[in-house]
C-alpha cells in the first residue's frame, strides 16, 4: 500500500478483556516499530522487529503484551486482560532505513478500556 | 540516559509571522533527529530529518538546524498559515535499532 495502515481505528473494550491491533507497514520496509501514546506519558517505544531479526521488546511495559510479526510484513500487538492504564494510542511505523531514511506513522489504533 | 524537551509547549502566532520551535536533548551521541507534525486525533507525518552530520535541512516553508554538540535542534516555519496549526515534535535515534525518543511536542495555532 501506498502508507502504513493500523486497525482497527478505534477500540473500546471493557477491562480484563484480551485486544489485538494489527499493523501493515509499508511494502518492502523491512523495519517495523510500534509506539504508544498517552495523555500522561506522551510518545514511548514498545517493541521493534527488524527482518528476522529476534525483536527489540525493552519498551513493552509488562508481560500482558506481546507482538508478533508474520512473514516480515504485517504486525499484530496483543494486550492480555486490559486495565484502565491501557487507554491509549498505538502507532505503528516502517522503515527502509530508519537511520538513513526515517520513519513513517499510520494513523495509529486508539483504545479505550472501560 | 536521554532527555528531549520541547519549549514552548504552546504557542499562538497570527497568520504571516515566522515560526520558532525548539528541541534540546541531553546526550549529543544522537544517530539522526526527525522533526514531525501530528494533528488532531491523526498520526505522525514526517517533516524533516537531519543526519548526525549534517547542520540543517530544508524543504519548502520549513527549515532545520541541529546542534549537536549544544544538543539542540530548531524548527522554522516560514509565513505562517492557518493550516500549519498542529502539535510539532521532535524525536532523536540514540541507538543502532533506531528506536525514537521522542519531545513532549509543541502545539502551534495559527489565528487567521
Known amino acids: 500500500g501506498a502508507g502504513v495502515s493500523q486497525s482497527p481505528s478505534n477500540k473500546v473494550t471493557e477491562k480484563g478483556k484480551d485486544v489485538e491491533l494489527r499493523c501493515d507497514p509499508i511494502s518492502g520496509h523491512t523495519a517495523l516499530y510500534w509506539y504508544r501514546q498517552s495523555l500522561g506519558q506522551g510518545l514511548e517505544f514498545l517493541i521493534y522487529?527488524?527482518?528476522?531479526?529476534?525483536?527489540?521488546k525493552s519498551g513493552l511495559p509488562s508481560d500482558r503484551f506481546s507482538a508478533e510479526r508474520t512473514g516480515g510484513s504485517v504486525s499484530t500487538l496483543t494486550i492480555q486482560r486490559t486495565q484502565q492504564e491501557d487507554s491509549a494510542v498505538y502507532l505503528c511505523a516502517s522503515s527502509l532505513a530508519a537511520l538513513a531514511a526515517g520513519q513513517y506513522f499510520g494513523p495509529g489504533t486508539r483504545l479505550l478500556v472501560l | 540516559k536521554q532527555e528531549v524537551t520541547q519549549i514552548p509547549a504552546a504557542l499562538s502566532v497570527p497568520e504571516g509571522e515566522n515560526l520558532v520551535l525548539n528541541c534540546s536533548f541531553t546526550d549529543s551521541a544522537i544517530y539522526n533527529l526527525q522533526w514531525f507534525r501530528q494533528d488532531p486525533g491523526k498520526g505522525l507525518t514526517s517533516l524533516l530529518l537531519?543526519?548526525?552530520?549534517?547542520r540543517e535541512q530544508t524543504s519548502g516553508r520549513l527549515n532545520a538546524s541541529l546542534d549537536k554538540s549544544s544538543g539542540r535542534s530548531t524548527l522554522y516555519i516560514a509565513a505562517s498559515q492557518p493550516g500549519d496549526s498542529a502539535t510539532y515534535l521532535c524525536?532523536?535515534?540514540?541507538?543502532?535499532?533506531?528506536?525514537?525518543?521522542f519531545g513532549a511536542g509543541t502545539q502551534v495555532v495559527v489565528t487567521p
Open positions: 537531519i543526519q548526525s552530520s549534517q
Open positions: 524525536a532523536v535515534i540514540t541507538d543502532s535499532w533506531g528506536k525514537l525518543q
Open positions: 522487529f527488524q527482518g528476522n531479526s529476534a525483536p527489540d
